[in-house]
């Protein structure tokens, strides 16, 4: 079996070479042409080379072009994996240091508040330009495989405006499965579960072992005792103790979805755990993506000189895309949590809006049970976030300032924070900041430029944020070149894209 599968923004170290190594574990698929595109030359060919090295090591007749161009990229594929970020770390910086200007303290920016509001501004145009590619030459019938942030959000674009079957791909219900299991004292496999929901706000509503269901009361003292996930998973454990409900994303993501944990400096600390950035630390994920990145092109040389790893069976990671492709095309069956087009899946969210649910792919194509109705309380932090994702997505779709500045009023973490007037005046910085990614706002930036020259600063608040640290220089990192090193290869999930 020989199929083509492009990588748009292959320039990410982390992803491109473990979900090929992935692919590659599959007997079907030893012949498969990697095509790999990015608009940075230099961390395309330094993927590139290491991806080169890696199959040539293990005797494998898989092929790898790479290349700028996205029409090259995907003329034939078969299935497209998307891991951009548009804009790269320089607009993920603005992402995260202008809304803490006016107070609004993210861990990472990149699914719901400000950022990830803004991250989605940049990252549709380029995914629909992706969408017109893959239309215009790919094989007919072509699934894209999308794994860039905003999740929800790109992907409502992609079905809804680019033509394009389109499935969200995350790792987040995968992660807190092992770690129910883990309270349970059980291993993952031994317990069944059954998430629904919205992409980083899907909630375990079904957890079964031994043939018994286990209830809220139950999980809620196993994660108070836990010795590790007591301090580190402080706002997801208060939210199980309030809504009932485990829900799928870390700490530091959830925390900034709601508008209850990280609307006061002072209480922030109180939520939060310092020994992952992932726990809840002030612009966590940029400190460690801007680390991993300088690293890397440090290291690339020691890198390349190493023994390349041995593919095997027993090193496949448990990322869907190489499972679904798997299925797609030989009929194994695979059941995983994918983000779909809602279609009733989901009583009471709304049919247009992405959820993530359990779905089974098989020769047939991608199949969804119904779920039905989630409890009250989850529905109802869910359809104020979805509300967003709405007017975020159309707000990026024409290009309107007034939606968009609407979403930022809505987003729970950012109105718990910030007064209208301030909401204005941050969207109207960021909009200025991040010019060269939106040209769907060429005309709004010349008034937000004056508007801005006019008005009093209201984006005064001087604090770095109640848990920032600061990112390592190289020579620092070079002490400990092992944590350094496991750092770069996991943090850079998301490379760059532009036009074709």
């Keep these: 079996m020989s199929i083509k599968i492009a990588f748009v923004g292959a320039g990410s170290l982390g992803f491109t070479r473990g979900l090929i190594h992935d692919i590659l574990t599959v007997p079907e698929f030893k012949n498969t042409h990697f095509s790999l595109m990015d608009i940075s030359r230099k961390n395309l060919d330094m993927v590139s080379q290491l991806v080169e090295r890696d199959i040539k090591a293990n005797k494998l007749p ?14 034939d594929a078969d299935y497209i994996i998307c891991t951009i970020r548009q804009g790269g770390l320089e607009a993920f910086k603005t992402d995260i240091e202008i809304p803490l200007q006016y107070g609004i303290d993210q861990c990472v920016g990149d699914t719901l508040c400000a950022g990830g509001i803004m991250y989605g501004q940049r990252g549709i145009p380029a995914l629909l330009d992706i969408c017109k590619a893959i239309k215009a030459h790919a094989k007919p019938g072509a699934m894209l495989l999308n794994y860039a942030n905003p999740m929800a959000m790109n992907t409502w674009a992609c079905n809804t405006y680019g033509g394009v079957p389109t499935l969200g791909l995350c790792h987040g219900v995968e992660g807190g499965h092992r770690q129910i299991a883990n309270v349970l004292g059980k291993k993952k496999e031994e317990v069944n579960i059954i998430a629904a929901g919205i992409n980083h706000q899907t909630w375990y509503i079904r957890i079964e072992t031994e043939g018994r269901l286990i209830g809220a009361d139950e999980l809620l003292k196993g994660f108070e005792k836990h010795p590790n996930y007591s301090k580190e998973e402080k706002a997801r454990i208060d939210v199980l103790k309030r809504i009932g409900y485990y829900s799928t994303e870390s700490n530091g993501h959830l925390s900034e979805y709601l508008p209850w944990y990280r609307k006061r400096p002072k209480e922030i600390k109180k939520w939060i755990n310092m020994s992952s950035w992932i726990n809840g630390e002030t612009g966590g994920y940029l400190r460690v993506c801007t680390e991993g990145r300088n690293w890397f092109e440090t290291d690339f040389p020691n890198w390349m000189k190493e023994p390349a790893p041995v593919i095997s069976t027993h090193k496949r990671s448990g990322e869907h895309g190489s499972y679904i492709i798997e299925a797609l095309e030989t009929g194994r069956v695979y059941r995983g949590h994918f983000n779909v087009p809602n279609n009733g899946c989901i009583t009471n969210l709304p049919d247009d809006c992405m959820i993530e649910v359990p779905c089974y792919a098989d020769k047939n194509g991608i199949n969804i049970p119904k779920v039905g109705a989630l409890p009250l309380a989850c529905a109802a932090s869910l359809n104020n976030s979805v509300s967003v994702q709405r007017m975020s997505v159309e707000a990026a779709i024409k290009g309107d300032l007034t939606l968009l ?19 204005w005046q941050l969207t109207d910085k960021m909009l200025v900041a991040q010019a060269k990614w939106l040209p769907q706002y060429k005309k709004e930036i010349s008034g937000a430029k004056k508007r801005l020259s006019k008005e009093v600063n209201l984006g005064t608040n001087k604090s770095r944020g109640a848990a920032r640290i600061k990112t390592k220089t190289v020579a620092e990192m070079n002490r400990d070149k092992t944590a350094a090193r496991k750092n770069a290869a996991a943090a850079d999930k998301a490379g760059m894209t532009k036009n074709a």
């Design 62 to 75: 898989a092929k790898v072009t790479s290349g700028l161009q996205l029409n090259t990229a995907v003329k």
């Design 405 to 423: 500045k609407q979403a930022m009023l809505h987003d729970p973490l950012t109105a718990a924070v910030c007064n209208p007037e301030e909401i």
